[in-house]
């Protein structure tokens, strides 16, 4: 079985995008290795876990019972509890990488990390298995391959959407400002300039609907060789599962 790294920042990571994956891999016999920038254990976004300050809107925005039960279960593993940090990740260490989002600002120093963007393009370079959700991918676009491009340049990618972004920002703006807006640029505008061409970025189909292990058709996820992508926490439980096929077939 494989050993897989999950780096995640200190703080604001996506409980649903962690948890879920984690849980799934874990099911299928796969050992799971977090990191973080001091090796102490990370907290995901609070609003995402709790709900506050999302008004009626919490039901749908925050972490459902799916995510928030294996957001749960992933903080009592000794993988959360006692993870690496990112200056010992050694690509060679470990048989895939998995990078999850999160829209929060603590997910800055993740998403700009010299180190983590080293380590993706190693374990590209090498061929192994990356899977990346979210603001994952934005990670791996920004990681240059040893031609200074980005290592998705010649590869087809999702991620979240603008659509995505822009309505969770107009909903919540009124009171929590830029809370969903990680940057001024939306991430798929960034992600799209990065690529080889901008429609190698693919939106996949619209939904509000988020997936399960019963549902698993209501999530989007697409793979490019070894490189598995998928858009939001509602594709969370395919990403998992297509991620485990993708070990499988390694």
């Not at 000794?78 to 993870?83: G, V």
């Not at 990390?113 to 991918?137: E, M, N, R, Y």
């Not at 990680?182 to 991430?187: A, D, E, G, N």
């Not at 999530?219 to 395919?238: M, Q």
Request: glycine fraction near 10%; include cysteine; charge should be neutral.
């Amino acid at each position: 079985m494989a050993t897989v790294l999950m780096p995640i920042p200190s703080t604001d990571f996506d409980p649903t995008e962690t948890g879920v994956p984690f849980a799934i891999l874990e099911a299928a016999g796969h050992r799971v290795v977090m990191a973080t920038p001091d090796g102490r254990p990370g907290a995901a976004d609070p609003i995402m876990v709790t709900g506050k300050g999302l008004g009626i809107l919490a039901p749908v925005l925050r972490a459902n019972a799916d995510g928030s039960r294996a957001y749960e279960a992933m903080t009592a593993r000794a993988a959360f509890l006692s993870p690496f940090r990112w200056d010992g990740i050694r690509a060679d260490d470990f048989d895939a990488l998995l990078l999850p989002g999160g829209h929060a600002k603590g997910m800055r120093p993740y998403l700009e990390s010299p180190t983590l963007q080293a380590a993706t393009a190693a374990f590209f370079a090498a061929g192994k298995p990356v899977a990346a959700i979210c603001h994952g991918t934005l990670l791996a676009a920004r990681s240059k391959a040893a031609n200074g491009k980005s290592v998705l340049y010649g590869r087809k990618t999702t991620g979240l959407t603008r659509a995505q972004e822009m309505l969770a920002w107009r909903l919540t703006a009124a009171w929590m400002g830029d809370y969903y807006r990680t940057y001024p640029t939306p991430l798929e505008t960034e992600v799209r300039s990065l690529l080889a061409r901008p429609e190698d970025f693919e939106t996949g189909p619209s939904s509000v609907l988020r997936d399960s292990l019963a549902h698993l058709e209501r999530g989007f996820t697409l793979r490019d060789g070894n490189y598995l992508s998928a858009r939001w926490p509602g594709d969370a439980h395919r990403f998992g599962t297509e991620f485990v096929d993708l070990l499988a077939k390694r």
